[in-house]
């Protein structure tokens, strides 16, 4: 009955039981995130979230499989790790039969074998795509649409806003500086990325272990490891490798071996 749940979110469909949960549920849709760390810079939404940050200040791992020597530092991880010792695979993709252990498998399965997910954004329309070197490739058809050029060098820009930005590379202007030492930058985001050399936080977490990474990049990688896949082929033979660099090193031995023969 709509009665039970007599406390309705304004801004979607969500009710509930309880004036708490509605206040926990109406922090989804705000950007305010009270629950602060004690020891970083580190903020959330919810209890639940701060934690669970908190464990990445402590040594201590209380959750202890009992089949192996295995312990982590929550129920989650331990639920999860147990999984290694049977045969259940209850994450299953929407695309294919593929089945997986834990929803990370599954995030990165989607990732690499469905094109839905698309992380490279071109910066001058509302184009996307799996890899770098497709945005790179795409990139060149915004070559001849830019009207705003630059007087200090051939490049010419889209918008008057990426001039602007692009012309910073000639004045030497950084004004995004550190308040810890003294780094400064051109962009915001690269400000952010530095700050967390200070702070230590390491805000992208595996789902499936301990491991966190100050960038998102990082996480992407290590993910791998867990799944196995090796997205990245050889178009000369049937070798396949975890990262770019990898396959960059493997690919210079059939670069030596046409040398040789020439």
Sequence with gaps: HSDDRPYKCSECSYSCKSSGNLNK?????????????????Y???????IRK????HSAEKPYKCSL?????????????????HSDEKPFVC???????????????????????EKPHKCSECSYSCKTAGDLKKHKLT???????????????CR???????HQKIHTNEKP???????????????????MRLHTGEKPFKCDECNFSSKQSGELKKHMLIHTGEKPYQCSECDYSCRSSGTLLRHMRTHWRSLLNKS
């Design 94 to 116: 929407s695309e294919c039969n593929f089945r997986c252990k834990t929803p990370g498998h599954l995030k990165v399965h989607m990732v690499f074998s469905h094109s839905y």
């Design 142 to 156: 915004h070559s001849f649409d830019k009207p705003y050029k630059c007087t200090e060098c051939n490049s010419s």
């Design 159 to 165: 918008t008057r806003k990426d001039l602007h930005k």
């Design 53 to 56: 940050h908190m464990l990445t």
């Design 176 to 194: 995004y500086k550190c308040n810890d030492c003294s780094f400064c930058c051109r962009q915001s985001g690269n400000l952010k990325r530095h």
């Design 68 to 84: 192996c020597d295995y312990s982590g530092k929550s129920s989650i991880l331990l639920k999860s790790h147990m999984r290694i």
């Design 43 to 49: 903020c959330c939404k919810t209890s639940g979230e």
């Design 25 to 41: 549920h109406m922090l989804k849709h705000s950007d305010e995130k009270p629950y602060k760390c004690s020891v970083c810079n």
